[in-house]
């Protein structure tokens, strides 16, 4: 075997991206502090051409050399909005229709392997600060939650390694459609 060379890829360019098909999926950010994992969740929001990235709180924006450090540019091809109030995006999201769930551990919330997208909606996924979570405020706004199943001696994941799990289960779901 040999490794493929980046121009053999054939990715698309950030214009082509950004006019490229997307999947109804839009990842928030509920005061997540670290710049890295913002970057980290830009670059997986690409991968999986999600919809966009709301960055919410305290959470970091772009330009920023330590978002670009670990998006390497994904932070200019996936489109974003910032949010003061993380309850802001959320009231927004679901007035546009949209079903917003937290992945967070909660009374009834549904592991992310029975979780099914509905075909022809539209979704949107609640992660939250490194140390908190998802603000309770937030969760009771959402639709429901998701949970990520763990088996060790630790009850949470890295937000970038979680938003990682979680867009690549939905995106197996979720079909482009023209956004």
């Not at 994992?37 to 709180?57: H, K, M, P, T």
């Not at 910032?82 to 309850?87: D, I, L």
Request: hydrophobic share 40%.
């Amino acid at each position: 075997m040999r490794k493929l060379r980046t121009i053999e890829m054939r990715r698309l360019s950030v214009e082509a991206f950004k006019e490229a098909p997307k999947r109804p999926l839009i990842v928030v950010l509920d005061n997540v502090r670290s710049l890295h994992n913002v970057g980290s969740v830009f670059r997986s929001c690409d991968a999986f051409c999600i919809e966009a990235v709301y960055l919410c709180g305290i959470t970091a924006t772009p330009p920023s050399a330590e978002i670009h450090k670990t998006a390497l540019g994904a932070e200019d091809s996936v489109a974003w909005l910032h949010f003061e109030h993380t309850e802001d995006a959320v009231q927004q999201l679901r007035e546009s229709g949209a079903l917003v769930y937290a992945v967070e551990q909660t009374e009834g919330s549904t592991m992310l392997q029975n979780f099914c997208t509905e075909s022809g909606k539209r979704y949107a996924v609640v992660l939250g600060n490194e140390v908190k979570g998802v603000q309770q405020s937030v969760v009771d706004l959402c639709d429901g939650c998701i949970e990520i199943p763990q088996f060790g001696t630790k009850h949470s994941l890295n937000v970038s390694v979680a938003a990682g799990i979680v867009i690549w289960e939905l995106a197996k779901q979720l079909k482009r459609s023209i956004t």
